[in-house]
């Protein structure tokens, strides 16, 4: 017997408050891109991590070389080191959400661990600048002049000292944030770049760009105790939050290696990629490093169980940084 209109209107009625009640009870989920800095176009690449492809780009300023989620994780900051200015993105889905002006070359870019300080390094202007942090605003508080080039940072884990090498004149040198004042310089070779904290506060790791290994320096003692032979261009890191390993993109031998940071040796190296790895970020899972290939204008995306390159994704020219919402974590002292 055929139902009546009156059933039937009953039927598509519940199925719909069923249907609504499903959905208001399943969120919708934000789009997680991948975002890569192309420094040398100008632009943001967007990429879905599911496919491996480029879905579109966004413009940006001149130069954006390196990135910072914001404390709250809200937003994602890009440098754009030649124009001068900071864009806010959402860090999902890399759309813009603001830009600060004014903010004179941020090649590199930095919070404090207790979030009240934030650090640009002017590579080109050959200074460090230091601002105070409300959470939302920078503001000023010196100039810190630091010649030559400076390039890469990292913080202690109590916010007292920022560290920042300078790659032409091959130091690293300790800034007190409270004072805005630089505490000390120390020499430790050709083309410092590259910088991490070893739990507890221990060493300072830095990638010689200019030479073929990590330099180990006891920052308390102020001299460098040991050389872990890596690869040519040693240059940047990237924690793999296992509790024991570190990984390092050299640049000019083009691989990466990976680094026991308790006992400080190398353990590993990466091989088969394509020129210039640079910047890296790790996938929640721990098992899919991405890197950006400086020199190639591509994105690799390596199995960290194999130790191999997968797949390789072409973006715009000279591929920076990069970073998407759903990674591993990054060591405390570190920014990104």
Request: proline share 6%; charged share 20%; with cysteine.
């Amino acid at each position: 017997m055929p139902l009546s209109i009156v059933s039937i209107t009953k039927t598509c009625a519940l199925t719909a408050l069923t249907y609504c009640t499903l959905t208001m009870a399943m969120p919708a989920q934000a789009a997680d891109n991948v975002i890569v800095l192309d420094s040398g176009e100008a632009q943001l690449t967007l990429i879905d991590p599911a496919t491996h492809k480029v879905i579109g780009t966004e413009p940006t300023g001149k130069e954006p070389h390196h990135l910072m989620i914001t404390p709250d994780g809200h937003s994602l900051i890009v440098a754009d080191s030649i124009s001068n200015d900071l864009m806010f993105l959402d860090p999902h889905t890399g759309k813009v959400q603001r830009k600060v002006d004014d903010i004179e070359d941020p090649y590199q870019l930095g919070f404090s661990p207790d979030h009240k300080w934030f650090v640009t390094a002017g590579l080109r202007l050959d200074r460090v600048d230091v601002y105070h942090y409300d959470g939302q605003n920078m503001t000023l508080a010196k100039r810190v002049p630091l010649s030559k080039t400076p390039s890469h940072m990292t913080f202690s884990s109590d916010s007292k000292t920022v560290f920042v090498t300078l790659q032409d004149t091959g130091e690293v040198a300790a800034i007190d944030l409270a004072t805005q004042s630089v505490l000390w310089k120390l020499h430790v070779g050709n083309t410092p770049a590259g910088l991490w904290m070893t739990p507890g506060d221990r060493y300072l790791l830095i990638g010689m760009t200019g030479e073929d290994d990590v330099a180990v320096v006891d920052w308390h003692k102020q001299q460098v105790v040991k050389r872990i032979q890596t690869g040519r261009g040693a240059h940047n890191f990237r924690n793999l939050d296992d509790g024991q390993h570190v990984a390092l993109t050299n640049r000019v031998e083009s691989t990466i290696s990976i680094l026991d940071y308790n006992t400080l040796t190398k353990t590993a190296d990466i091989t088969g990629l394509m020129p210039g790895p640079d910047d890296m970020e790790l996938s929640a899972d721990h098992r899919y490093l991405w890197v950006t290939f400086r020199f190639s204008r591509h994105v690799g995306i390596i199995d960290l169980t194999t130790h191999k390159l997968i797949d390789t994704i072409a973006v715009g020219r000279s591929p920076h940084g990069l970073y998407f919402a759903n990674r591993a974590p990054v060591y405390a002292p570190n920014p990104d």
